[in-house]
Nanobody, 126 residues
Framework: QVQLVESGGGLVQAGGSLRLSCTAS????????MGWFRQAPGKEREFVAA????????YYAHSVKGRLTISSDNAKNTVYLQMDSLKPEDTAVYHC???????????????????WGQGTQVTVSS
């Protein structure tokens, strides 16, 4: 079973930056893509970005493109989310998740992911 642990969240002022990390243990051969989702209070879980373990193919939500960058370090089984030019509306709990799907069109769907981390809180003050 894959276990995912996020870190790097915190409190930052608008315009600032944070880098989130997600380390996977127990990763299997079928694990293909890692995604970041976020959930703000009273709102549904929202897709942010995804990256394939092989080849580094990436996919972003339109709302974060250009400000957030996903990357991976296969040797460390770790995925990163570099968050720049943060806005108060980026405030949420950020979760990483693992999926075996190779269909890029599914990477934005929470239902395509089978393992989830507990999340890390990101708070952006205005």
């Amino acid at each position: 079973q894959v276990q995912l642990v996020e870190s790097g969240g915190g409190l930052v002022q608008a315009g600032g930056s944070l880098r989130l990390s997600c380390t996977a243990s127990g990763r299997t051969f079928s694990s293909y893509v890692m995604g970041w989702f976020r959930q703000a209070p009273g709102k549904e879980r929202e897709f942010v970005a995804a990256i394939s373990w092989s080849g580094g193919m990436t996919y972003y939500a339109h709302s974060v493109k250009g400000r957030l960058t996903i990357s991976s370090d296969n040797a460390k089984n770790t995925v990163y989310l570099q968050m720049d030019s943060l806005k108060p509306e980026d405030t949420a709990v950020y979760h990483c998740a693992e999926s075996p799907t190779r269909v890029i069109a599914d990477w934005g769907r929470a239902a395509a992911y089978r393992y989830w981390g507990q999340g890390t809180q990101v708070t952006v003050s205005s």
